[in-house]
């Protein structure tokens, strides 16, 4: 993939805000899908990386369940080694606390498995 705006900025992301230690030929391939809602992020067909750009707290629960079950599956299914799920928010959030409960009660969630809170301003723009 050819990195251009915002494509450029996801090895920088990735490695500095979500301190990913993946080595620098791991990011010669970056799949990158924008959607309004959500992102995905494919990074050298090993780490996939969910980024929930909108949170409607009516079904937060409902939602990060959804997203947690779908990414381990995709995860697993395609042999990646890593499955990330951000989730960007006010980092002085009341609901950080509830996000991290619902996180840790997700069945098939092991240590291959990580979840993100960061601040909006934080991501590719």
Known sequence: M???TPAKKIK????NILQCGCPDEVFELIEYSP????DKILIGQKLLIYVIKTINIKNLDEVIQNL??????????NLYNRFRLVILSNPDSNI???????????????????LHLIAKNLYIQ
Not at 35 to 38: G, P, Q, R, V
Not at 68 to 77: D, V
């Open 2 to 4: 050819e990195l251009n």
């Open 12 to 15: 920088p992301f990735v490695q």
């Open 35 to 38: 959607d309004t809602t959500m």
């Open 68 to 77: 947690c079950i779908s990414g381990i599956q995709e995860r697993n299914k």
């Open 96 to 114: 950080a606390n509830h996000i991290k409960s619902i996180f840790a009660s997700i069945p098939g969630r092991d240590e291959k498995v990580h």
